[in-house]
């Protein structure tokens, strides 16, 4: 059932061009109306009528939340907030019938997610569960649901389900969009191109294994180690560091680039290991700069670039070019693969980290 690989975790990251396909299936068109979200109830009128956006999750699920807010305010010109949930609902959120709450969860199950999604109702507010699981507790008592067609994930650290998360929401974004004129047609059209494209980049990226496998090795002995990245790249950087302490028990932090020089810096030594992501054009050289204050003080720097960068360090790894604000659906592919050769070189069990469970049932 593992089809050849050792492990459900990279059988699973290794299906993420399919599981692309399948997400974006019927869902885009390369013209007006550009989305096509019919199982949405939201009409037109309802779906101008927001005045706000929370996205509530947990873990991995919340690092795709954190993309989506970033999509919906750029697109959708809507505030959005992403929350942890089980901070959601003790913060006596503002959540109200003008408040679309998008529930991220792969399972459809966690406590958590499920008492926000309950609290959000409460309070008057659409409710849209983005899930894998049909039948699951959130698709039922959500307003709405979109489905991320990930297919079975089985092993605990979550790939397909985080990727195709990010693929829902971007769609859901551009949907929200075009219904609410807040994006004109010629900059819709590149993203929606840019999304058909990304399944043979994200393949293009797995044939870049073995190097990230290289580097994991190497660092395999570490005890801790760095993500930086700014915007999008920082939430990119928070489900990388989550996804190595997770399954290899090495610690990890993932830092706003910017913020390393505000106390974290004194951690930088001699050897410490970096990832250092830079795939957004606009914020390069801003990142380049804080990359080159650890490197001067010793650190050990991986740069994850997008195309045409210049150079970050001396190892890097580019990967495909893309639309700017799709990167994260690819540069989170070399972190999954990192956390798993490390924890492999490490001598866990990948698929069954200690104290996790698939799916968390209790608050
Ligand atoms: C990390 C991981 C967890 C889950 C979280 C939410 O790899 O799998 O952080 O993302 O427990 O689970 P779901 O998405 O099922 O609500």
Same mark, same amino acid.
């Given at each position: ?151 079975? !994930? +089985? &092993?605990?650290?979550?790939?397909? %389900? $985080?990727?195709?998360?990010? =693929?829902?929401?971007?769609? *859901? /974004? @551009? ?70 302490? !997770? +399954? &290899?028990?090495?610690?990890?932090? %993932? $830092?706003?680039?910017?913020? =390393?020089?505000?106390?974290? *810096? /004194? @951690? ?79 001598? $866990? ?15």
């Amino acid at each position: 059932e593992k089809a050849g690989y050792d492990h459900f975790m990279l059988k699973e990251i290794y299906e993420q061009p399919k599981a692309y396909r399948d997400t974006l299936e019927g869902r885009l068109f390369p013209r007006y109306p550009w989305t096509y979200l019919p199982e949405l109830s939201l009409t037109p009128e309802r779906l101008k009528q927001f005045r706000n956006v929370h996205l509530v999750a947990c873990g991995t699920a919340y690092h795709a939340g954190l993309v989506g807010k970033m999509a919906i305010e750029r697109w959708a010109r809507l505030p959005a907030e992403a929350d942890v949930a089980s901070e959601y609902r003790y913060r006596s959120p503002l959540a109200s019938p003008e408040t679309l709450v998008i529930v991220v969860s792969q399972s459809g199950e966690t406590a958590d997610t499920l008492a926000a999604l309950r609290e959000a109702k409460r309070r008057g507010a659409h409710t849209l569960a983005v899930t894998n699981v049909v039948g699951s507790t959130a698709a039922r008592e959500a307003d709405d649901v979109l489905f991320t067609r990930a297919g079975p !994930e +089985i &092993s605990v650290a979550s790939t397909k %389900a $985080y990727t195709t998360q990010l =693929l829902v929401l971007y769609v *859901l /974004a @551009l949907h929200l969009a075009r219904v609410r004129g807040t994006l004109p047609d010629a900059e819709i059209e590149p993203v929606v191109r840019a999304l058909g494209e990304l399944p043979e980049q994200a393949e293009s990226v797995l044939q870049q294994a073995g190097e990230i496998r290289g580097y994991a090795q190497e660092i395999a002995s570490r005890e801790h180690l760095f993500f930086l990245g700014r915007g999008l790249d920082f939430a990119v950087a928070l489900e990388g560091s989550l996804k190595l302490k !997770e +399954i &290899s028990y090495i610690h990890s932090e %993932a $830092y706003a680039a910017g913020e =390393l020089k505000h106390g974290t *810096l /004194a @951690l930088i030594e001699e050897g410490t290991p970096i990832v250092a992501l830079a795939t957004q054009p606009e914020l390069m050289s801003k990142t380049a700069s804080n990359v080159r204050e650890a490197m001067a003080r010793g650190a050990d720097v991986l740069g994850i670039v997008g195309a045409g960068s210049p150079s970050l360090s001396e190892r890097q790894l580019t990967l495909p070019d893309t639309h700017p604000a799709l990167m994260p659906a690819i540069a989170v592919v070399p972190l999954q693969l990192f956390a798993y050769y490390a924890a492999v070189a490490r001598g $866990y069990d990948v698929d069954k980290p200690r104290n996790l469970a698939k799916s968390v049932t209790v608050e």
